[in-house]
C-alpha cells in the first residue's frame, strides 16, 4: 500500500475528482436552471430550444461530450482557455460535465415544479403576478425545495462520472487507476479498493444530506 | 396539464412579446451556429473530402457498422446479465431471510456508489492479469463486467421500488389465500411491479447504451472507439464525432419514446404505480416528466 502512494499521486487524483465535482455542479445548476426557465417559459420558441438541449445532451453519451470539448472546441476550433496543457484540459472537461448534467439539472427541476399543486400558480397569477415574477416569488423557490432529491441524485451521478474526463488525460481518480494498470499492475486491487471507498465516502454522505434535506426543507402543505 | 398554467393566456401585445423574445433567442442560437460554421470553415472542417467518406461504404463497413455492432453488442449482453442479476438481487433484498437481506444490500449499495469506468478498468486489469478471456474478448468483457455490476443494482431498486408502491393489499390478499410469503411476492407482486416499472427498465436500456461509450478507455471497439480509428484515416475527426452523436442521440431519442409510450399505454390500463402527482397531470411542469424518466437522471 505505501509503495503506492510512494509512487502515485493518489491524494492529487482524488482532490483533482473533488475540484471537478465541485466546479461542475455549479456550472450544471446555473445552466440547467436557465434552461429549465426557458421550458417552462410562455414563448415557444424558447420552450423549444430548452427541449432540444435535453434531448441532444441527455441522448449524448458524456465520453463523446468531453471528448468533443476538448478535440472539436480547442484542437479543431482553436478556443484556449489556458497556456497550460493541463489546466486546459481540466477546464474542458468542467466544460463537458457541466453542459451533460445540466440537462438532468433541467429534468430534475421540472419534476420539482411538478410537485407544486396547481393552485399555487393560479394563486400567483389571480393576484397579478407576471410570469417572471411567479417564477422568482412561488414557483422556483417551491421547485428548489420538492427537487432536492433529483438534484442530489444528479450530484451523485456527476462525482462518479467525473472519471470519464480519464478520456482526455485530466489527472483524476479513473486516470491513476489505468496508471497504476500500466506501471504496477499487482498494485491494482489496491488502487481499485482505496478509489472504491472514497467514491462510497463522498457519495454516501450526499445522498443522506440531501434525503435529510429536502424532509426539513419541505414545503408544508 | 401543459406548462400554461404557469401563465395567461398571451392577450395582442404579450404575443408581440413572444415573437420577439423568440425571435431574440433564435437569433441568439443562430449567431452561435453561424460563429461555429465560421470557424469550421476557416479550419477546413467543411471540406468535400471530410465529409465524402460518408457518402461512401468504406468508411461505414470498415470502421462505423462493426463500431456500432459492439456497442449494441456489449449493450445487450449487458441488459441481460443486468436484469437477472437484478432480479436475484431484488429477491434477495426483499428476502425474509436477514442475512441474505444484508448481502444483497451491501453488494447494491457498494455497486451504485462505485463509477462504471473504474469497474471496467479494475475488471479489464484483473482479466489481463489472471489471462481470464482471450485478448480479443478482453474489452468487452470488460465493459460487459462493469455495466452488469452498475445496472444490476440500479435494476434491483427500480422493481423495489414497483413492489413497494404497489398497494398492501395486494400482498395481502396473497397471504389470506394460502400464499406464504415467497410465493406472494413471486407470482403476485413481482409481475405487476415489473409491468409498472417497465417505463423505467427501457430508461434504463438508454442509460446502458450511452455507457458503453465509456469502453472507449478499455480499447473497446465500439461507435467512438471506431470512429476515432476512422478518423485517424481519413483526418476527419470532427465530422466523425457529429455523425456519431447523431447516430447515439436518434438511438437513445428512440428509446425514450417508447418508453413514454409504454407508459401512456399502462396508465389507460391503470397498471401505472408512479405517483399520483405525475399521473394524474396534477403537477405544473407538464406531463410528459414521470417520475419514471428521471430514472435517466442515473445516467454514469
Known amino acids: 500500500m505505501s509503495t503506492l502512494f510512494d509512487q502515485f499521486d493518489v491524494w492529487g487524483a482524488f482532490w483533482m475528482t473533488i475540484k471537478l465535482t465541485v466546479l461542475a455542479a455549479v456550472f450544471s445548476l446555473v445552466i440547467g436552471t436557465v434552461v429549465a426557465i426557458m421550458r417552462l417559459s410562455p414563448v415557444p420558441v424558447l420552450r423549444f430550444l430548452g427541449t432540444s438541449y435535453v434531448n441532444v445532451f441527455r441522448n449524448t453519451p458524456l465520453t463523446l461530450i468531453v471528448f468533443f470539448s476538448l478535440i472539436g472546441l480547442w484542437q479543431t476550433l482553436g478556443i484556449e482557455l489556458s497556456a497550460q496543457l493541463s489546466v486546459n484540459a481540466f477546464r474542458f472537461a468542467v466544460i463537458g460535465l457541466s453542459v451533460y448534467h445540466a440537462a438532468f439539472v433541467c429534468e430534475a427541476l421540472r419534476s420539482g415544479v411538478n410537485t407544486i399543486p396547481l393552485g399555487q400558480a393560479e394563486a400567483a397569477r389571480s393576484i397579478g403576478l407576471t410570469f417572471g415574477q411567479s417564477l422568482r416569488e412561488i414557483i422556483l423557490p417551491q421547485a428548489f425545495r420538492g427537487a432536492i432529491t433529483p438534484l442530489g441524485n444528479t450530484l451523485i451521478a456527476l462525482a462518479k462520472n467525473t472519471t470519464v474526463v480519464v478520456t482526455i488525460g485530466v489527472a483524476e481518480t479513473a486516470y491513476l487507476m489505468s496508471k497504476v494498470n500500466e506501471d504496477a499492475a499487482d498494485q491494482l486491487t489496491n488502487v481499485f479498493i482505496l478509489s472504491a471507498v472514497f467514491f462510497v465516502v463522498l457519495t454516501i454522505p450526499i445522498g443522506l444530506l440531501t434525503g435529510r434535506l429536502s424532509k426539513k426543507l419541505a414545503v408544508k402543505r | ?300
Request: positive net charge; proline residues 5%.
Open chain 2, 1 to 300: 396539464m401543459s406548462a400554461g398554467v404557469l401563465f395567461d393566456a398571451p392577450g395582442p401585445k404579450a404575443k408581440v412579446r413572444h415573437r420577439l423574445l423568440g425571435g431574440l433567442g433564435l437569433l441568439l442560437i443562430a449567431a452561435i451556429v453561424a460563429l461555429i460554421g465560421w470557424k469550421f470553415q476557416q479550419q477546413g472542417q467543411f471540406a468535400s473530402a471530410k465529409w465524402k467518406p460518408f457518402t461512401q461504404s468504406e468508411i461505414w463497413n470498415s470502421y462505423l457498422l462493426p463500431g456500432l455492432q459492439g456497442t449494441l453488442k456489449a449493450a445487450a449482453i449487458s441488459i441481460v446479465f443486468a436484469g437477472v442479476l437484478g432480479g436475484l438481487l431484488a429477491l434477495a433484498r426483499m428476502s425474509s431471510v436477514r442475512p441474505l437481506r444484508w448481502v444483497a444490500s451491501v453488494i447494491v449499495e457498494f455497486f451504485r456508489a462505485v463509477p462504471v469506468l473504474l469497474m471496467m478498468i479494475f475488471s479489464f486489469g484483473m482479466y489481463v492479469q489472471y489471462n481470464v478471456f482471450p485478448d480479443a474478448q478482453r474489452p468487452l468483457a470488460a465493459v460487459v463486467t462493469g455495466l452488469t455490476l452498475y445496472n444490476a443494482s440500479v435494476i434491483c431498486e427500480v422493481i423495489r421500488s414497483g413492489v413497494d408502491q404497489l398497494p398492501s393489499g395486494q400482498r395481502e390478499a396473497g397471504l389470506s389465500v394460502g400464499l406464504s410469503e415467497s410465493q406472494a411476492l413471486r407470482t403476485i407482486l413481482l409481475p405487476q411491479a415489473i409491468t409498472a416499472m417497465l417505463p423505467s427498465l427501457v430508461s434504463q436500456l438508454v442509460v446502458v447504451l450511452k455507457d458503453t461509450a465509456l469502453g472507449y478507455n478499455v480499447l473497446f471497439n465500439e461507435l467512438l472507439y471506431a470512429g476515432n480509428n476512422a478518423s485517424s484515416n481519413y483526418s476527419n475527426l470532427v465530422p466523425v464525432i457529429l455523425v456519431i452523436a447523431v447516430i447515439y442521440i436518434v438511438i437513445n431519442y428512440a428509446l425514450t419514446k417508447l418508453a413514454v409510450w409504454i407508459e401512456r399505454r399502462l396508465a389507460r390500463r391503470g397498471r401505472t404505480v408512479a405517483g399520483p402527482d405525475a399521473m394524474a397531470g396534477g403537477g405544473l411542469g407538464g406531463s410528459a416528466t414521470g417520475p419514471d424518466l428521471s430514472k435517466n437522471t442515473q445516467a454514469a
